[in-house]
């Protein structure tokens, strides 16, 4: 049932048009114009039928009044008019009149042109909803339901155009052949869709990202102050980070970003690709898993040195966990969320140099000797090794008589010194026997 509102100073008409209508409309009267506006104010109708001769008001007022008050836009009007004027005809039609019923009403026709108008109003907001999904779908990737590139490159030639100056990453994951090929294309796809969102949630509010396909992603930061741009990106690569600890199938993969700024770099979108291209180039070429910033002086051949992000940020990602707030001593991880710690140092020592080491603790003793059971020792040894590392140090229970442990960030010096005088002599002090049944292996993490 569609409202109606028939808006007429003859109440002859309103009640006329109100029995004709209400068998198959919802049908509301007004007698004035002001009238009519509350009305359309309060509940929105589907149609108005409006009379063309009203004391001091002719349909065209009423028409220029509905449009003030913004009422008309998308509500079809029926002019009711006595006599034939077609000079007014054509003023209303202009105006945006849908059509015309001439007094006295004959039901049939009434009926027909109300519901012609009506059909044809449904049938044009319906196409008008579908060309907005077929727009909508254009300009979004429909994997990741992020922008596409041909959209971005739209948004950010306006953005520049206006004055709105910005920065452009460019990013591409690394080894991502690599992931396709060990977990499969399913996986690979919903770690592209992963992404996607991580991107989302790092830019949000900042700026917007879109998919330049495959595995690249685009960044548009509403900022060309290089320190907050850096930071948005920095960001990123921590909340990658804290997916990569999480999820093995992104813990060998990592992001290379190359960042270019505007105007100084580019004062379009494809000026600024071409310079963010060069820019993730080089950060690839230098060992990838790092970003660099695209500089006027930058060749194809130029040594830029990547800006790498380190172990310091795992090392804050693992301190900012919640469960190790509350957990004294080292971080005690399973098996294989170790793996993928362990695989994050790996690739973060080979690019900074930084120190990090493996150490296996064994419980070296025959079960025999060991009153209440061998894993009544290892829980002790457990304890010693918790009591006596870093927070940011990690751990995981390697097999029946063995522990892994990461060290980050150390120098032989002290890792002798923490094994030698902490680990050994909590172990005695909990359990009364020699430090010396524990037996240490100690391995350079490097790739
Ligand atoms: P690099 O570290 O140098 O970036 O190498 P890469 O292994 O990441 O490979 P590259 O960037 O050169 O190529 C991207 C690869 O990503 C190619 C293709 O196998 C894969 N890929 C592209 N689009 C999709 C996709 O939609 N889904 C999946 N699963 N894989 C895709
Ligand atoms: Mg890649």
């Given at each position: 049932?569609?409202?109606?509102?028939?808006?007429d100073?003859?109440?002859?008409?309103?009640?006329?048009?109100?029995?004709?209508?209400?068998?198959?409309?919802?049908?509301?009267?007004?007698?004035?114009?002001?009238?009519?506006?509350?009305?359309?104010?309060?509940?929105?109708?589907?149609?108005?039928?409006?009379?063309?001769?009203?004391?001091?008001?002719?349909?065209?007022?009423?028409?220029?009044?509905?449009?003030?008050?913004?009422?008309?836009?998308?509500?079809?009007?029926?002019?009711?008019?006595?006599?034939?004027?077609?000079?007014?005809?054509?003023?209303?039609?202009?105006?945006?009149?849908?059509?015309?019923?001439?007094?006295?009403?004959?039901?049939?026709?009434?009926?027909?042109?109300?519901?012609?108008?009506?059909?044809?109003?449904?049938?044009?907001?319906?196409?008008?909803?579908?060309?907005?999904?077929?727009?909508?779908?254009?300009?979004?990737?429909?994997?990741?339901?992020?922008?596409?590139?041909?959209?971005a490159?739209s948004?950010?030639?306006?953005?520049?155009a206006?004055?709105?100056?910005?920065?452009?990453?460019?990013?591409?994951?690394?080894?991502?052949?690599?992931?396709?090929?060990?977990?499969?294309?399913?996986?690979?796809?919903e770690?592209?869709?992963?992404?996607?969102?991580?991107?989302?949630?790092?830019v949000?509010?900042?700026?917007?990202?879109?998919?330049?396909?495959?595995?690249?992603?685009?960044?548009?930061?509403?900022?060309?102050?290089?320190g907050?741009?850096?930071?948005?990106?920095?960001?990123?690569?921590?909340?990658?980070?804290?997916?990569?600890?999480?999820k093995?199938?992104?813990?060998?993969?990592?992001?290379s970003?190359?960042?270019?700024?505007?105007?100084?770099?580019?004062?379009?979108?494809?000026?600024?690709?071409?310079?963010?291209?060069?820019?993730?180039?080089?950060?690839?070429?230098?060992?990838?898993?790092?970003?660099?910033?695209?500089?006027?002086?930058?060749?194809?051949?130029?040594?830029?040195?990547?800006?790498?992000?380190?172990?310091?940020?795992?090392?804050?990602?693992?301190?900012?966990?919640?469960?190790?707030?509350?957990?004294?001593?080292?971080?005690?991880?399973?098996?294989?969320?170790?793996?993928?710690?362990?695989?994050?140092?790996?690739?973060?020592?080979?690019?900074?140099?930084?120190?990090?080491?493996?150490v296996?603790?064994?419980?070296?003793?025959?079960?025999?000797?060991?009153?209440?059971?061998?894993?009544?020792?290892?829980?002790?040894?457990?304890?010693?090794?918790?009591?006596?590392?870093?927070?940011?140090?990690?751990?995981?229970?390697?097999?029946?008589?063995?522990?892994?442990?990461?060290?980050?960030?150390?120098?032989?010096?002290?890792?002798?010194?923490?094994?030698?005088?902490?680990?050994?002599?909590?172990?005695?002090?909990?359990?009364?026997?020699r430090?010396?049944?524990?037996?240490?292996?100690?391995?350079?993490?490097?790739?």
């Amino acid at each position: 049932m569609s409202k109606v509102y028939i808006c007429d100073d003859d109440k002859l008409v309103l009640m006329m048009v109100e029995r004709i209508l209400s068998k198959v409309h919802e049908v509301k009267k007004a007698m004035t114009i002001d009238e009519l506006i509350k009305l359309v104010a309060d509940d929105k109708p589907d149609l108005i039928l409006l009379d063309f001769q009203m004391p001091g008001s002719n349909g065209l007022d009423g028409i220029k009044r509905l449009k003030e008050g913004n009422y008309f836009a998308d509500v079809p009007v029926i002019m009711v008019t006595g006599e034939r004027d077609s000079e007014l005809e054509i003023k209303c039609l202009n105006e945006g009149v849908e059509d015309f019923v001439h007094k006295p009403f004959v039901p049939d026709v009434l009926l027909t042109r109300v519901q012609m108008v009506l059909d044809r109003k449904a049938s044009e907001k319906d196409m008008q909803s579908k060309m907005a999904e077929v727009i909508d779908r254009s300009n979004h990737d429909p994997m990741t339901e992020l922008f596409n590139r041909f959209y971005a490159e739209s948004v950010i030639d306006e953005k520049l155009a206006n004055g709105e100056n910005g920065a452009f990453a460019m990013i591409d994951l690394d080894n991502f052949k690599y992931l396709n090929d060990t977990y499969g294309h399913v996986i690979g796809d919903e770690a592209i869709c992963e992404i996607a969102r991580l991107l989302e949630a790092s830019v949000s509010g900042k700026g917007f990202v879109f998919r330049l396909g495959g595995d690249e992603f685009g960044l548009f930061i509403d900022s060309t102050d290089r320190g907050r741009v850096e930071k948005v990106v920095v960001d990123v690569f921590g909340e990658y980070n804290v997916e990569a600890v999480k999820k093995d199938y992104l813990s060998n993969s990592s992001l290379s970003v190359g960042i270019a700024i505007s105007p100084e770099d580019g004062e379009s979108y494809a000026a600024l690709y071409a310079a963010a291209d060069k820019a993730l180039y080089c950060a690839k070429r230098n060992g990838k898993n790092g970003y660099c910033f695209y500089s006027v002086d930058f060749t194809d051949t130029s040594d830029c040195r990547a800006e790498v992000v380190n172990i310091e940020q795992l090392q804050k990602l693992i301190e900012d966990r919640k469960e190790i707030r509350e957990q004294t001593g080292i971080y005690k991880v399973d098996y294989r969320e170790f793996q993928r710690i362990y695989n994050y140092i790996e690739r973060c020592v080979e690019r900074t140099h930084q120190k990090a080491k493996l150490v296996m603790v064994t419980l070296s003793v025959a079960d025999e000797t060991i009153e209440g059971g061998k894993e009544e020792l290892m829980k002790m040894v457990d304890k010693a090794i918790a009591t006596s590392l870093r927070r940011n140090d990690v751990g995981t229970r390697y097999s029946s008589s063995q522990f892994l442990l990461v060290l980050i960030d150390v120098d032989s010096i002290s890792l002798e010194n923490v094994i030698e005088n902490r680990i050994k002599d909590h172990y005695e002090e909990l359990t009364g026997r020699r430090g010396d049944e524990l037996v240490f292996e100690i391995m350079d993490i490097k790739k």
